[in-house]
């Protein structure tokens, strides 16, 4: 199921923080949304599943305009994984994750063994099976997101969207949660702040700056010494993994440039073009 944001722009109390954004997901493809923060990452993501009206432009899950669908069909395409849940009144892990499977559900207390079967194949998935009947309010951070990530799971949605899904986590586990999320053939669409997971996981990135598209493409494309110099404010080097022979971007503290030295502009701005 393919995602497409069509001129989106986003103002909140008068300031503009999505400014004119346009950009294609192409079905089963992995998008990682890249920029420092208060870049606008969160809040594009948050017009998708309509968290967020734009103030102008369109989003479009599998050419239809989201704000024409109804919640149930929204929650039926697209699950969420959020940086943070404020859920603060007593409900288990196992509950919490059962909510993953409400737009499938008509009435109350409707939950079927099949769903309390994918709610434990998930909960094992994730390495929180023996949280299972723990209140979530009171699991550290790590815990919690690995409860989230079960929820998305189990909403058994096209599209995922993963905002900042890395927080909390310890390494390992960060690892094996985008690997996770993005080996399912889903439509996935993350803010990240990690460029080589970004790298590792991500057929092409986007980055934003001051809530503008700057690049979008492979990372290799867009991940350029002088694009992370402009978009992040660090020097950086492109190196070969010496585990996985794979791309590692370098960083560092930004060095003082030659007098008169401009960062180069990035030209990769045109929407991602949908493969045959």
């Keep these: 199921m393919n995602v497409s944001f069509e001129n989106v722009s986003v103002e909140i109390g008068g300031r503009r923080i999505v400014d004119n954004v346009s950009l294609a997901v192409p079905s089963g493809t992995v998008l990682g949304i890249l920029g420092p923060n208060g870049c606008g990452k969160s809040t594009l993501l948050r017009t998708l599943y309509r968290a967020q009206k734009p103030s102008a432009g369109v989003v479009r899950v ?5 704000r024409t669908l109804n ?19 007593p409900i ?19 939950d079927s063994a099949a769903d309390h079967e994918l709610i434990d194949a998930a909960l094992r998935e994730v390495g929180a099976a023996h ?13 919690k997101q690995r409860v989230l990530l079960a929820r998305t799971l189990v909403q058994q949605t096209p599209v ?8 909390h986590l310890d390494i390992a586990f960060q690892l094996e949660l985008m690997t996770l999320a993005t080996s399912r053939g889903l439509t996935v669409l993350t803010a990240l702040h990690d460029m080589n ?9 986007a980055l934003l700056r001051a809530g503008r598209l700057q690049g979008i493409g492979r ?16 020097d950086s080097a492109r190196l070969e993994h010496p585990l996985t022979g794979r791309p590692l971007i370098a960083v560092a503290k930004l060095r003082a440039e030659a007098p008169g030295a401009q960062p180069q502009a990035n030209h990769h701005t045109e929407p991602l073009k949908e493969h045959a």
Excluded at 62 to 66: H, K, Q
Excluded at 131 to 143: H, I, K, Q, V
Excluded at 197 to 205: D, G, I, P, Q, T
């Design 160 to 167: 995922l969207v993963l905002d900042e899904p890395t927080n």
């Design 197 to 205: 997971l970004a790298s590792e996981f991500c057929e092409n990135v």
């Design 92 to 110: 288990t892990v196992r509950e919490m994750a059962m909510l993953g499977r409400v737009p499938h559900q008509r009435g109350f207390g409707a």
């Design 62 to 66: 599998d050419g239809e305009d989201i």
């Design 219 to 234: 990372p290799h494309e867009v991940l350029d010494e002088e694009t992370i110099r402009a978009g992040f404010g660090v």
């Design 131 to 143: 949280l299972a009947s723990r209140y979530f309010a009171g699991l550290s951070g790590g815990e």
């Design 71 to 89: 919640g149930r069909e929204v929650a039926r395409r697209i699950a969420v994984m959020a940086q943070e849940s404020t859920q603060e009144f």
